[in-house]
């Protein structure tokens, strides 16, 4: 399918407040409140638009600790790993990367007790680096235009 300049300004207002009524992106965008919906619905059947969800606070959720943990796994251990990484409650995002490190995640923490505790879960698949989160310069920066 293809993105005409229309459903970019739609990808954006989405992007920007997934809650918002068509009505109102179709105020912004020039259209009706029709012609967006029917807009979004060809975009989430193709596949664009993958689904919506709420950004939740790690703060305000008890969570005093956000972390970056790469692990280069050792031999034998990655595909394990890769099984058991979704069990693990602290992981909020998992990539599998290029370079030295096999894998890199993405975690939330109570404290740094409870960071030494996943680090010991840790260390039997491989050899970690933590890297503590002070602050989000950029936080789910929306998908643009090329160009």
Not at 32 to 39: G, I, K, Q
Not at 66 to 79: E, H, Q
Not at 125 to 140: C, D, F, P
């Amino acid at each position: 399918m293809p993105i005409d300049a229309l459903n970019w300004q739609i990808l954006d207002s989405l992007q920007k407040n997934a809650r918002q009524s068509f009505a109102e992106i179709g105020r912004k965008v020039g259209l009706t409140s029709p012609a967006v919906a029917e807009r979004v619905k060809k975009m989430e059947d193709s596949g664009i638009i993958r689904g919506y969800k709420a950004q939740v606070s790690y703060h305000k959720t008890g969570h005093q600790l956000k972390a970056v943990i790469t692990l280069r796994a050792f031999m034998g251990r990655l595909k394990p790993f890769l099984e058991k990484v979704k069990e693990f409650k602290e992981v909020i995002n998992c990539y599998r990367i290029t370079g030295n490190e096999n894998i890199i995640m993405e975690v939330v923490l109570y404290d740094q007790s409870h960071l030494e505790e996943f680090i010991d879960k840790l260390i039997t698949y491989g050899e970690t680096k933590t890297h503590i989160i002070l602050s989000n310069v950029v936080e789910q920066g929306p998908i643009k235009r090329r160009g």
